[in-house]
């Protein structure tokens, strides 16, 4: 899959990642999260990243190893 990849730190909170996907030109992000991550500690943040995107026409593709 091509798109753009935006890799968040691990301290990055569900709304700064929104932010990142939103900024982004291209239709297709991958969200690479690291290990540990704040946004993996709760499915509600992925939630959002997803909701906040689809309404913004865009694909999120996470790829993370947690």
Same mark, same amino acid.
């Given at each position: 899959? *091509? ?5 968040v *730190? ?9 932010? !990142?996907?939103?900024?982004? !030109?291209e ?9 540990? *991550? ?10 959002l ?14 790829? *993370?190893?947690?």
């Amino acid at each position: 899959m *091509s798109g753009k990849k935006i890799i968040v *730190s691990k301290n990055d909170t569900a709304e700064l990642a929104v932010i !990142k996907v939103l900024k982004c !030109k291209e239709d297709k992000v991958i969200l690479s999260i690291p290990n540990f *991550s704040q946004l993996a500690n709760s499915i509600e943040n992925l939630r959002l990243i997803k909701r906040e995107a689809e309404e913004a026409g865009k694909e999120v593709v996470i790829e *993370s190893v947690d």
